[in-house]
């Protein structure tokens, strides 16, 4: 059974930073893409950053250079996702979940989410 439970999430003023982690377990790393999307209020969910199965990465274009999305055991079934978000802005305020689709299963998995508020 896959399983993604998010955390990190909070309160930060803009230009602070925070690290979202995605423990994920029951999923093959390298046979998944892996990342993070978000959703802000009355917008449609949206891809934040994502590890493709040949272990590229593809961002957002808001948020290029400022986020870095990371990981651990890339050749596991258990292991972590981070997103790093440094300064950031109000219009980053949304709920971010985790996100998984496996190329074996060929099904999304998602995580329940983390709520994250920028204060200007």
């Known amino acids: 059974q896959v399983q993604l439970v998010e955390s990190g999430g909070g309160l930060v003023q803009a230009g602070g930073s925070l690290r979202l982690s995605c423990a994920a377990s029951?999923?093959?790393?390298?046979?998944?893409?892996m990342g993070w999307y978000r959703q802000a209020p009355g917008k449609q969910r949206e891809l934040v950053a994502l590890f493709t199965t040949d272990g590229s990465t593809n961002y957002a274009d808001s948020v290029r250079g400022r986020f870095t999305i990371s990981r651990d055991n890339a050749k596991g079934t258990k292991g972590t996702v981070y997103l790093q978000m440094n300064s950031l802005k109000p219009e980053d305020t949304a709920v971010y979940y985790c996100y998984a689709f496996s190329v074996i299963a060929t099904m999304d998995y998602w995580g329940k989410g983390t709520l994250v508020t920028v204060s200007s």
């Open positions: 029951g999923i093959v790393f390298s046979l998944a893409r």
